[in-house]
């Protein structure tokens, strides 16, 4: 019934504007009185107090500027602000998958042989993951977490599950790399694939980082980084190449912790 008249209305106003316009300003104040009342979220209006102070913020400034001001800006400024927060929402997010793991226990991302071989590493191998799009809110995570770097000879970049990597990561990435070649570290990068390595050929990095430390499986990077801190792991197999397929059976060299 009432979509029936707002068309109505539209209809007349549009076609019939000479006929209506000996109408009463009141009147048509009126209707717009009840349009308004009616276009009014009344069911959230009663749960305001009970959402987050900066919904309610956006709420009733949207409100007062329709009132006070026009419903054009109104609504422009309420989506601009509601994105604005909504994306820095998401940059938070993200920066919680950017991870730097130095313990095989905690890195729940490792499968059994990545884990036995993180392990023989003793702290000297530093895994940089990353997971998810990152977007430029996620450059002060990867720069925050640029600071464990420091206890490692090797860091391995895991792009693996990085699906896209924005200019403003990019560049934070770019300075990570940068600054632990300048300290003498190695840093290898798995699974840079599509995009995400396009967006790296463009930015140089594979001129920083020689072609022999671009992997696309942790593993291997694993085994490369294990070689370069200590070269009597050189001779450690594969998963496919323990003895009856059991990784426990080989006999490691025995490595002294940080040694």
């Known amino acids: 019934m009432y979509q029936a008249f707002r068309e109505m209305v539209l209809v007349v106003v549009l076609g019939a504007a000479r006929l209506t316009q000996p109408i009463p300003m009141a009147v048509l104040a009126g209707i717009a009185l009840k349009v308004g009342i009616d276009i009014l979220d009344w069911s959230f209006l009663k749960r305001s107090h009970k959402v987050s102070l900066k919904g309610s913020i956006i709420m009733y400034g949207v409100l007062l500027l329709t009132v006070f001001v026009d419903l054009i800006v109104a609504v422009g400024i309420g989506v601009f602000i509601a994105n ?8 938070e997010m993200q920066g919680e998958e950017v991870k730097t793991i130095t313990d095989a226990d905690d890195a729940i991302v490792l499968n059994a042989e990545e ?20 977007i430029f809110g996620v450059s002060k995570a990867i720069a925050r977490e640029h600071s464990a770097m420091a206890d490692s000879d090797v860091v391995i970049m895991d792009l693996s599950d990085v699906p896209m990597l924005g200019v403003t990561a990019s560049l934070a990435l770019e300075n990570a790399i940068k600054d632990a070649v300048d300290k003498g570290r190695q840093v290898m990068i798995v699974g840079a694939a599509g995009k995400v390595k396009k967006r790296l050929e463009k930015f140089g990095i594979f001129q920083i980082i020689p072609q022999h430390n671009l992997f696309s499986e942790r593993a291997d990077a694993l085994r490369q980084a294990l070689v370069i801190v200590n070269p009597s792991y050189a001779n450690i197999p594969t998963s496919r190449e323990y003895p009856q397929g059991d990784e426990s059976s080989y006999d490691y060299p025995i490595q002294p912790k940080n040694a």
């Not at 604005?84 to 940059?91: G, N, Q, V």
């Not at 884990?115 to 990152?134: E, H, I, T």
């Open 84 to 91: 604005i927060l909504t994306i820095e929402r998401l940059s």
């Open 115 to 134: 884990k036995r071989l993180f392990d023989l590493a003793n702290g000297r191998v530093l895994l940089f993951y990353l997971s998810g799009p990152m």
